[in-house]
């Protein structure tokens, strides 16, 4: 059967269940089950844990490199005017 006709299908059966009042509605209790149960399934796989575990600390090492440079280049004057320069300059003594 096509994908898409079979999409159709179901989607039209959740529909009807759902204004007939039989269709399932998990509780808060069955959805953190199932999530614990894909959870524990899915942390056996120790390729996979590492492989998400460096990914997520090259982005943190990312987001704090540019959290830094953000902060550098508020702190830096980005220009001096004139008169503010002519006063900071050290003067020279004439012999």
Known sequence: MDPQKQKEIASRG?????????AHE???E????AGRKGGLVVSRDRAHMVAIGREGGFMRAKK?????LQSTQET????KSPEASAGSEPQKLSA
Do not use: D, I, N, V
Request: net charge positive.
């Open 64 to 68: 704090a490199k540019l959290r830094l």
């Open 14 to 22: 959740g529909k009807a269940a759902h204004a007939k009042g039989t």
């Open 76 to 79: 830096k004057p980005t220009e």
């Open 26 to 28: 998990f509780t808060s």
């Open 30 to 33: 069955e959805a953190r089950g």
